[in-house]
């Protein structure tokens, strides 16, 4: 058991080809998401639809003022694409 481990935890993760494999995997894993880009198109209508019928009408008011002042203010600046 200690020769596999010794392998494992000493060649293994050192090598170039782990190395290589971990980097890759970390790129894939990123999952960046800006706020406009989340909360755009069929991403907002879905969560509107989810959120909406649970809430009081007064609450919906202001996630809707919310969300319209958050879409005017990233409208007004230059997108980072």
Same mark, same amino acid.
């Given at each position: 058991?200690?020769?596999?481990?010794?392998?494992?935890?000493? #060649?293994?993760?050192? %090598?170039?080809?782990? &190395?290589?494999?971990?980097? /890759?995997? #970390?790129?894939? %894993?990123?999952? /960046? #998401?800006?706020? *406009?880009? &989340?909360? %755009?198109?069929?991403?907002?209508? !879905?969560?509107? @639809?989810? =959120? =909406? *019928?649970?809430?009081?009408? !007064?609450?919906?008011? $202001?996630?809707? !003022?919310?969300?319209? $002042?958050?879409?005017?203010?990233?409208? !007004?600046?230059?997108?980072? @694409?």
């Amino acid at each position: 058991m200690g020769h596999v481990l010794s392998f494992h935890y000493g #060649k293994f993760y050192r %090598s170039h080809r782990y &190395i290589r494999w971990a980097k /890759c995997q #970390k790129l894939r %894993s990123r999952r /960046c #998401k800006f706020g *406009p880009r &989340i909360f %755009s198109g069929l991403r907002q209508q !879905e969560l509107l @639809s989810r =959120l =909406l *019928p649970h809430m009081a009408e !007064e609450c919906q008011n $202001t996630l809707l !003022e919310a969300l319209f $002042t958050f879409f005017q203010a990233h409208q !007004e600046r230059p997108s980072r @694409s």
